[in-house]
């Protein structure tokens, strides 16, 4: 996991990186050995070298020169639509900004004055990029393929011998079992079984109907009578999350 500060006032850009790496040391150390962090005090140096889709996640201090965090972030949406972004201020004047780039949340300055604010927002997004992480490995077309559950929108059978993986651009076709592939996926809370051997990743649902999830690609993914009301109140529970979440931290 890569994650990146930028702030032009060099104290506290070691104090951010500090917070956090005491933080994730602490509650998840298991995967502490995994995070790199790196550290820009200039924006602009940030933005030459930035690479679309190789951080997790960016902290932007709000109040920066000759850019500030809004500017710098949407710079970075322009190129990568899927980095977790959250803002340092010592102001919440420019929060509402924060929308229009998608960001998930703010960190208040100082941070040694907002703790319990801190481990409230990284709580909530340091297992989500956790999440991010996870990787399917499959057998398709005779070797391995790699796929990042966060790519996954649904997973059916194509016939009896195959199950296929279906992408945002493409299908995977896989003779890896529906047993192996939704014994990876259980541990991701993004992931319900909704109809006899049909997984479905509930980012990605745009709306519920009575017997079926429509999703944000017009694809429909029946949901069968028996999983009706454990795969519906599970989505209703994914979807409490993420609206509370956005309701708190923006």
């Not at 924006?43 to 500017?71: A, C, H, T, W």
């Not at 208040?108 to 990284?122: E, G, M, R, S, T």
């Not at 509930?202 to 009301?229: A, H, T």
Request: glycine content about 2%.
């Amino acid at each position: 996991m890569l994650i990146a500060i930028v702030d032009d006032q060099i104290a506290d850009l070691r104090v951010a990186a500090t917070f956090i790496k005491k933080y994730i040391a602490k509650n998840f150390s298991e995967t502490a050995q995994s995070v790199h962090i790196e550290t820009f005090s200039n924006p602009e140096e940030f933005l030459r070298d930035f690479v679309p889709n190789s951080y997790d996640l960016l902290i932007l201090d709000i109040f920066m020169k000759p850019l500030n965090g809004i500017q710098v972030a949407q710079s970075v949406r322009e190129s990568d639509r899927d980095v977790a972004i959250i803002f340092l201020t010592s102001s919440e004047d420019y929060i509402l900004e924060g929308y229009k780039v998608f960001a998930v949340g703010y960190f208040l300055k100082p941070l040694v004055d907002n703790a319990d604010q801190f481990d409230k927002i990284f709580y909530y997004i340091f297992p989500k990029l956790c999440d991010n992480q996870k990787r399917l490995i499959v057998r398709a077309g005779g070797v391995e393929v790699v796929v990042p559950h966060k790519n996954i929108h649904y997973v059916d059978i194509a016939d009896k011998h195959h199950v296929c993986i279906h992408l945002s651009d493409k299908k995977i076709s896989t003779t890896t079992t529906y047993e192996e592939i939704a014994s990876a996926l259980e541990s991701d809370s993004r992931f319900v079984e909704c109809y006899h051997r049909v997984i479905v990743n509930m980012d990605f649902i745009r709306r519920m109907e009575s017997d079926n999830f429509v999703l944000v690609d017009g694809d429909s993914v029946p949901i069968s009578k028996r999983k009706s009301k454990s795969a519906k109140l599970k989505y209703m529970a994914h979807l409490i999350s993420v609206g509370s979440s956005n309701t708190w931290l923006l």
